[in-house]
């Protein structure tokens, strides 16, 4: 079935830093990646997607490209601000469900 | 565009009681998706309708949990004789399709089973 690693958290970063969430997959066909986002005591909410391999999905200066190559999607943040604190969810859609990783709590501090 | 709602945000109850959940999706929406939440941890699938048919079930989704979305609008969600491990954020979902179109979320309810 299909499956989505990423990395163990929690991660602290100082304000302006250079931010790195690693996702690695596992599906069958072509899955849609995407990943969410989680603020303290609110729901998901999409940060960006991609459908293909090589798309670059963008969103609020964070990028993540679609490596089929190596079955990928980290998630980067050239510069990472106090208000970026959250839980971040890697997903995939096969088809009709999404399949979650566990999340990466960030924190980042003044 | 009022987004996913959810209702009640949080559900406290007594082990053995049912509770429901409701879940308003997005209006065009024919996809509807209700995931379950544990702390630490990354939603899980738990059921999925189109328009008013239930079309697939998690193995997650003991007999005590039984969904419904009669017509095809708002669902519902419910536990019967709830037990401690049903203590969960219980999220929905909706989508205009199948991939790749993403799915939106509600807020959630958080169920706490005492």
């Known amino acids: 079935g299909n499956s989505v690693t990423q990395m163990e958290g929690p991660v602290t970063l100082s304000e302006e830093a250079f931010l790195t969430i690693n996702c690695t997959y596992t599906a069958t066909g072509y899955p849609s990646l995407f990943w969410y986002v989680q603020y303290p005591g609110e729901g998901l909410q999409l940060l960006l997607k991609a459908t293909k391999a090589d798309d670059k999905g963008s969103n609020k200066g964070f990028e993540a490209t679609y490596r089929k190559e190596t079955t990928s999607f980290h998630l980067e943040k050239g510069s990472v601000q106090v208000s970026d604190s959250a839980v971040y969810f890697c997903?995939?859609?096969?088809?009709?469900?999404?399949?979650f990783g566990t999340g990466t709590k960030l924190q980042v501090i003044p | 565009d009022t987004g996913v709602s959810q209702d009640p945000r949080h559900k406290i109850t007594k082990r053995g009681q049912n509770v429901t959940f409701r879940c308003d999706p997005i209006s065009e929406h024919n996809r509807l998706y209700w995931y379950r939440q544990t702390l630490g941890q990354g939603p899980e699938f738990l059921t999925y309708f189109q328009n008013e048919a239930q079309l697939e079930k998690s193995r997650l989704l003991s007999d005590r949990f039984s969904a419904e979305r009669p017509k095809g609008s708002f669902s519902t969600l419910e536990i019967q004789r709830t037990e401690q491990g049903d203590s969960a954020m219980y999220l929905c979902?909706?989508?205009?399709?199948?991939?790749?179109?993403?799915?939106?979320f509600g807020p959630g309810t958080r169920l706490t089973v005492t």
């Open positions: 979902a909706s989508s205009l399709g199948d991939s790749p179109y993403e799915q939106y």
């Open positions: 997903a995939l859609r096969g088809y009709q469900k999404v399949t």
